[in-house]
């Protein structure tokens, strides 16, 4: 996993918890499997959020797609 995946998925991760969803909630929003959300968020596991997901995402909590990522590259 690269730098900039790891920063995105932390970055949805900790806005996952400030609108109190869990794991399987945010999976169903994206209309995804209910363990979705739990293997992008497990290092152990190959899944990751791509650009319609992070977009998805943002509707969700209301956002931009950029707030998730970094200000600089990394």
Same mark, same amino acid.
């Given at each position: 996993?690269?730098?900039?995946?790891?920063?995105? *998925?932390?970055? *949805?991760?900790?806005?996952?918890?400030? $609108?109190?969803?869990?794991? +399987?909630?945010? /999976?169903?929003? +994206? =209309?995804?499997? =209910?363990?979705? *959300?739990? $293997?992008?968020?497990?290092?152990?596991?190959? !899944?990751?959020?791509? *650009?319609? $997901?992070?977009?998805?995402? !943002?509707?969700?909590?209301?956002? /931009?797609?950029? =707030?998730?990522?970094?200000?600089?590259?990394?």
């Amino acid at each position: 996993m690269t730098e900039i995946e790891k920063y995105i *998925i932390e970055k *949805i991760k900790t806005m996952r918890k400030e $609108h109190e969803f869990s794991q +399987l909630e945010l /999976s169903q929003k +994206l =209309d995804m499997n =209910d363990s979705f *959300i739990s $293997h992008v968020e497990a290092s152990s596991k190959r !899944a990751k959020y791509n *650009i319609n $997901h992070i977009n998805e995402i !943002a509707k969700i909590f209301n956002c /931009s797609p950029k =707030d998730f990522w970094p200000e600089k590259a990394l």
